[in-house]
């Protein structure tokens, strides 16, 4: 028998809820713990630890990535007044999502996970397209009013210690509405940062694009923080590693997507990334083939599956009845973790290590051996064999044991 590998640093391990909690624990024992050596930081961030701590355990999770700079997540629950009851919660607690994003001041980026046997809805894709939504402002904080008869609308600035100045937005001659937005240069400076280190790690190019021809100050405020960023602290950066920037109008990146072959970062606003992750999310499959990760503008990174608890089979697995709950994002997300660490640490026996993690479980679902949701998307094929959530990891548990054996 070959030695464990030996993972130098600590790694912060975030537990969490329902179903994904009890993959979560299987992925570590069959896949990870027979093979790594690794010093895990472990908060768990079940909703009744969340409940007992008042939600300290979430903070002091952010904390420790900001210590040791990588983590993994497992998914939590949001809850709302369904979940406080549920659980007897003294209160519905914040999302740790948004906590965990709002203290490491950081970026979510998502990308599908290919597989040979089930092809991207648009036929052009032959590479993966990540998503790097701006997850600050516009219209997710906006105030709004209902205009319910003649008047006049205006957009108010008060300088602190200044003058208010005022511009016209509508002399409404009947009933309307109208719509308040906000972003900050700070935020949107950490975005673009965020975007230009992703792209740079990943050695992949970037497209950031906006509604600048119309949006002439706010929209194109974003163009031009994009544009001083790369020419200050980027581009030679991405001239040496061979990838480009190029900033187009949103209309323009739409179309030319369709027709690429993908492989790109896309940085989009906050609506447009909703939106648009959405799209290629389901172009390529299912939500439980879409991986993310949190990357902070002081380098720190969050590792996680884009899929929630996936509440309903959990209800269905304490009842006792059969799962088949898909484990491929869960066990992307310990891998882009772990090549992460290995990277930073210098330890490329961990990089390979998670590299092969990634060729199991792909190639385990190319051999057929599916979950529920791919056998539905997958190309037909009279090899194909719909699993339960237990026998899926121990089918790329096999592979892993196999590919590790012969070196
Ligand atoms: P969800 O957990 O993503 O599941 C929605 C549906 O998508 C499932 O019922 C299932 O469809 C399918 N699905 C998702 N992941 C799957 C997987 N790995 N394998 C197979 N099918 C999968 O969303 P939700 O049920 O709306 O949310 C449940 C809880 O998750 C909520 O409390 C929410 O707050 C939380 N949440 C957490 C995060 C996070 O921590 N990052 C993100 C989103 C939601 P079928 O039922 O048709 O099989
Ligand atoms: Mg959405």
Same mark, same amino acid.
């Given at each position: 028998?070959?030695?464990?590998?030996?993972?130098?640093?600590?790694?912060?391990?975030?537990? @969490?809820?329902?179903?994904?909690?009890? +993959?979560?624990?299987?992925?570590?024992?069959?896949?990870?713990?027979?093979?790594?050596n690794m010093n895990?930081?472990?908060?768990?961030?079940? $909703?009744?630890? *969340?409940?007992?701590?008042?939600?300290? /355990?979430?903070?002091?999770?952010?904390?420790? $990535?900001?210590?040791?700079?990588?983590?993994v997540k497992c998914a939590t629950i949001t809850p709302n007044e369904d979940r406080v009851r549920e659980y007897g919660l003294k209160k519905p607690w914040?999302?740790?999502?948004?906590?965990? *994003?709002?203290?490491?001041? @950081?970026?979510?980026?998502?990308? =599908?996970?290919?597989?040979?046997? $089930?092809?991207?809805?648009?036929?052009?894709?032959?590479? =993966?397209?990540?998503?790097? *939504?701006?997850?600050?402002?516009?219209?997710?904080?906006?105030?709004?009013?209902? /205009?319910?008869?003649?008047?006049?609308?205006?957009?108010?600035?008060?300088?602190?210690?200044?003058?208010? +100045?005022?511009?016209m937005i509508k002399e409404f001659t009947g009933p309307g509405i109208i719509q308040g937005i906000h972003n900050t240069d700070g935020s949107i400076e950490s975005f673009a940062r965020a975007c230009f280190a992703f792209?740079?790690?990943?050695?992949?190019?970037?497209?950031?694009?906006?509604?600048?021809?119309?949006?002439?100050?706010?929209?194109?405020?974003?163009?031009? /923080?994009?544009?001083?960023?790369?020419?200050?602290?980027?581009?030679?950066?991405?001239?040496?590693?061979?990838?480009?920037?190029?900033?187009?109008?949103?209309?323009d990146a739409v179309a030319r997507i369709m027709k690429s072959e993908g492989g790109m970062l896309w940085a989009l606003k906050n609506y447009d990334g909703d939106v648009m992750s959405d799209m290629i999310a389901s172009a390529c499959g299912s939500l439980s083939m879409m991986t993310s990760v949190l990357v902070s503008p002081h380098g720190y990174f969050e590792y996680e599956a884009a899929h929630g608890t996936v509440q309903k089979h959990y209800y269905r697995h304490i009842k006792g009845e059969e799962t088949s709950t898909n484990s491929m994002a869960l066990i992307f997300a310990w891998s882009g973790c772990l090549k992460k660490r290995g990277e930073l640490d210098g330890t490329p026996d961990v990089v390979t290590f998670a590299d092969k993690l990634e060729e199991a479980a792909r190639q385990t679902v190319e051999m057929g051996i599916m979950t529920g949701d791919l056998i539905l998307v997958a190309d037909k094929? =009279?090899?194909?064999?719909?699993?339960?959530?237990?026998?899926? /990891?121990?089918?790329?548990?096999?592979?892993?044991?196999?590919?590790?054996?012969?070196g």
């Open positions: 028998m070959m030695g464990k590998i030996k993972v130098k640093s600590n790694i912060v391990e975030i537990g @969490g809820d329902e179903m994904t909690r009890i +993959i979560w624990k299987m992925v570590k024992e069959k896949l990870l713990l027979p093979h790594l895990l930081a472990y908060y768990d961030l079940h $909703i009744a630890r *969340r409940d007992e701590t008042s939600d300290r /355990i979430t903070t002091d999770a952010a904390e420790a $990535i900001m210590r040791y700079g990588v983590g914040k999302s740790p999502n948004a906590t965990i *994003r709002e203290m490491l001041d @950081g970026t979510v980026f998502r990308k =599908p996970i290919l597989v040979k046997n $089930i092809r991207p809805s648009v036929s052009a894709w032959k590479k =993966p397209i990540t998503i790097g *939504r701006h997850a600050y402002g516009d219209v997710y904080a906006n105030t709004e009013m209902r /205009i319910t008869g003649t008047g006049k609308a205006e957009i108010v600035f008060t300088p602190d210690g200044g003058e208010p +100045i005022r511009q792209a740079c790690d990943q050695k992949i190019d970037l497209w950031f694009s906006a509604k600048d021809t119309i949006s002439k100050t706010y929209d194109a405020r974003f163009r031009d /923080i994009f544009a001083a960023e790369y020419e200050k602290n980027w581009r030679a950066k991405f001239e040496e590693a061979g990838i480009s920037y190029f900033f187009t109008l949103i209309d094929n =009279p090899n194909n064999k719909k699993v339960d959530t237990e026998a899926f /990891i121990d089918a790329v548990a096999l592979r892993l044991q196999k590919k590790l054996k012969n």
